[in-house]
């Protein structure tokens, strides 16, 4: 078992990309897409892609990867792209993102069974444990009520990290977040209360009822996770222990009441069978730049994928990961569209790295969302306009210029003089600029549409049409032959049995894979 434990905070940095340029990039596109065959070649060649997923990849599935974009709904999608497109000097619309790539796609329901429009721990309860939840509640069916404590027994249910460790598999979480936060946290606690991180933030009567706080659920509900990857120090140290980054800044300190030192206990508990790291590359913590990242000592969330699945791919029966590009929904809260949308780059990048150390023919990956933002872009922009532009005119109520990007809500609605900010007097593509919005908010919110669920791999045609959202895990331990489902993954013997495909036929897949 190997556990590594970041930093009790997480950043996020952006570009400046794309100004005069992209008008060049888009006169080069512009004389091929001119000729009628040009758009009748591209349609014949995916129309050949296309019928070659007749033939099913029905296999076992001996190894999961669900990639979790926090707050990453279609809109965002589309706009990554076109920022993929553009880092690179192409005019963006045109380019794909690794997720585009995969063959299978549905649409994913987020509700929450008390909310319209979910938050993330009730629907990280659904992907991860099968069951639609509360929000706000994190491992525990719809039966537990959020912050009451005696509502929690009983209603526990298990995640699909929980049915891959009981198969034998080797599990792992990485997270840009803390890894006690609500998504990575259904993964192994069950908790009432996705903000009781430690006990330090329950209330007196939950901790003299038995509850637990998430961080010691880390160390004790599954306690030989084999990598965990993320932040959330703090909530692990004893109050008013100096961080170790940090030892003079007080706010950093540890949070726990009980006095305990969970990772130095999991320290002593396991010093003699395992490897394990605190802290970053150099001794530093790490931070997660995206963009202004210290290379030396930050490792990107594409370098921890690559570190997790080195590590778990050892174990002969296969893995779980769990990867979640949580600064996505923190850039959009902030109504920083910039962070928001390299941070979906990131994780592209991320879903490009664990492909090249994976094959289709025994790892099912699947790309989804939890939910999507009250995002938008649009206003007309041509073709190659800067993602992070102004639209091609005006408003014709009050005739000053808007950005692309817009908000429905959030810290961005700004008013001058009684009218709203004209936005060619800011700099609206620096990296912490705040976009437009409709209604002012502190912090924008989520949006209630569905997301998009990307799929290749072992059983990934499972994941079709528009489906509730915790069907996800149903179909991804339905392929590994883990959890509920497991009859048809028996011959006689009792050992696993994979649809008939001959080794030629795996390697001519993985390499037209690799080349489309």
């Known amino acids: ?40 070649e591209w349609a014949q060649r995916t129309l050949k892609n ?9 296999n076992v599935a001996k190894n999961i ?25 192409q005019s963006g619309e045109e380019t794909q993102l690794e997720m585009d790539k995969f063959p299978y796609i549905a649409l994913s329901k987020t509700y929450n069974t008390n909310a319209q429009v979910p938050d993330s721990a009730g629907t990280a309860t659904a992907y991860l444990c099968g069951v639609k939840a509360n929000e706000g509640t994190v491992g525990v069916s719809a039966a537990a009520v959020r912050s009451q404590c005696n509502t929690t027994q009983g209603n526990e249910v298990t995640s699909i990290l929980k049915w891959a460790k009981d198969a034998g598999k080797s599990v792992g979480i990485v997270t840009t977040t803390r890894v006690n936060h609500a998504t990575p946290s259904a993964a192994y606690a069950h908790c009432v209360d996705r903000d009781w991180y430690s ?25 030989d996770i084999d990598v965990i990857m993320g932040g959330g120090r703090r909530n692990m140290y004893p109050r008013n222990t100096p961080d170790v980054e940090y030892p003079g800044d007080k706010k950093h300190n540890g949070t726990r009441k009980d006095g305990r030192n969970l990772v130095g206990e999991w320290i002593d508990r396991v010093k003699d069978k395992v490897k394990h790291e605190t802290r970053g590359k150099q001794g530093t913590s790490f931070h997660l730049f995206i963009y202004n990242r210290n290379k030396e000592t930050d490792l990107s969330l594409t370098e921890m994928v690559d570190v ?20 996505i929904d923190h850039g959009h809260h902030e109504g920083k569209a910039k962070q928001a949308l390299h941070e979906a780059v990131e994780m592209d990048r991320a879903i490009t790295r664990a492909g090249l150390l994976t094959s289709i023919y025994d790892t099912l990956t699947v790309v989804t969302a939890d939910h999507s933002h009250v ?69 924008e919110t989520h949006g209630g549409e569905d997301v998009a669920i990307f799929s290749k791999g072992p059983m990934a045609h499972l994941l079709h049409g528009v489906q509730e959202q915790h069907y996800i895990p149903h179909v991804m331990a339905y392929a590994a032959c ?21 080794p030629m036929l795996a390697l001519l897949l993985a390499v037209k894979w690799l080349l489309c």
């Open 199 to 223: 006990d330090g933030d329950m209330p007196t009567e939950a901790l003299q009822s038995g509850c637990k706080d998430i961080a010691r659920q880390l160390f004790e509900n599954i306690p």
């Open 375 to 443: 995002f938008s872009f649009g206003g007309y922009t041509p073709r190659g306009n800067s993602i992070f532009g102004l639209a091609p005119t005006v408003s014709d109520i009050d005739q000053k210029p808007f950005t692309s990007i817009l908000y429905g809500n959030g810290p961005g609605f700004k008013m001058v003089n009684s009218t709203r900010e004209n936005v060619s007097t800011v700099d609206y593509e620096q990296n912490n600029y705040q976009a437009q919005s409709a209604v002012p908010l502190r912090m």
């Open 308 to 327: 997790a699945i080195k590590i778990l791919r050892k174990n002969e029966r296969g893995f779980y990961l769990l990867v979640e590009g949580g600064r």
């Open 482 to 502: 883990i959890g509920q489902n497991k009859d048809h993954c028996r011959t006689n013997s009792g050992s696993p049995s994979l649809s008939h495909i001959s």
């Open 65 to 89: 990867i669900l990639f979790l974009g926090d707050g990453m709904g279609v809109p965002t999608v589309t706009a990554a792209r076109i920022l993929k497109g553009q880092m690179s000097g």
């Open 1 to 40: 078992m190997i556990i590594i434990l970041f930093c009790r905070r997480i950043f996020v940095s952006c570009v400046i990309i794309c100004g005069q340029t992209c008008k060049h990039v888009f006169l080069r596109l512009v004389e091929p897409e001119k000729d009628p065959d040009f758009w009748k």
């Open 50 to 58: 296309a019928l070659t997923l007749q033939d099913l990849n029905k």
